[in-house]
């Protein structure tokens, strides 16, 4: 019978591998204590006073932001596209057996409290504009939204509460600045 031999490269590529990904956890975590001791002098490993505590920022690109929503949206069919600081939301709806198309657009703004604050520009069925204050009616008594989604019908405005979006471990997100025309979007996720 053959012996088995040990080949040493793959050993030393396996360990080389260990030793970058015990790396990696290891300055993710230095960085996310830094973050928590740089701000007041809260607790360690979440707040208990309620107040939001940064753990790291994410940046993104408006083409970026534009793809994950796609990705994410793609069961529902509907499509939403950041152009500018709007904001439009497509998606088609069957009526005696042809497919209209229905479009929202939004003027989008990072409030101070860290949430996303859509204010309705205009509502499109086919070729048919709607009011808007109909609209947004109709779409609050028919929508079924989570319930980080507030629609205020009076000042046509859809207010996403970013802080009560969980991620994984009850980590959150807050908005620091949204300006898609300039693709500058920053979100800070904590605690």
Not at 138 to 156: G, I, K
């Amino acid at each position: 019978m053959h012996s088995r031999s040990i080949n040493g490269w793959k050993w030393a590529f396996l360990t080389l591998i260990g030793v970058l990904v015990l790396g990696c956890v290891l300055i993710f975590f230095l960085f996310s204590s830094a973050a928590g001791d740089s701000g007041d002098t809260g607790s360690q490993g979440g707040s208990t006073n309620g107040e939001f505590q940064e753990y790291f920022t994410v940046q993104a690109t408006t083409g970026q932001l534009n793809q994950l929503l796609q990705e994410e949206a793609a069961s529902e069919q509907v499509d939403i596209q950041f152009s500018g600081s709007t904001a439009e939301v497509t998606a088609g709806i069957d009526f005696l057996g042809r497919t209209i198309e229905a479009a929202m657009q939004f003027e989008t703004e990072a409030v101070e409290d860290g949430n996303l604050l859509l204010t309705l520009d205009r509502v499109s069925v086919g070729a048919f504009s709607l009011p808007n204050q109909q609209a947004m009616s109709l779409l609050a008594s028919q929508a079924d939204f989570p319930e980080a989604v507030e629609v205020d019908t009076q000042n046509q405005q859809i207010r996403i509460r970013m802080n009560q979006i969980t991620i994984g471990d009850d980590y959150s997100l807050r908005v620091e600045r949204f300006q898609p025309e300039k693709d500058d979007i920053v979100f800070n996720v904590g605690k």
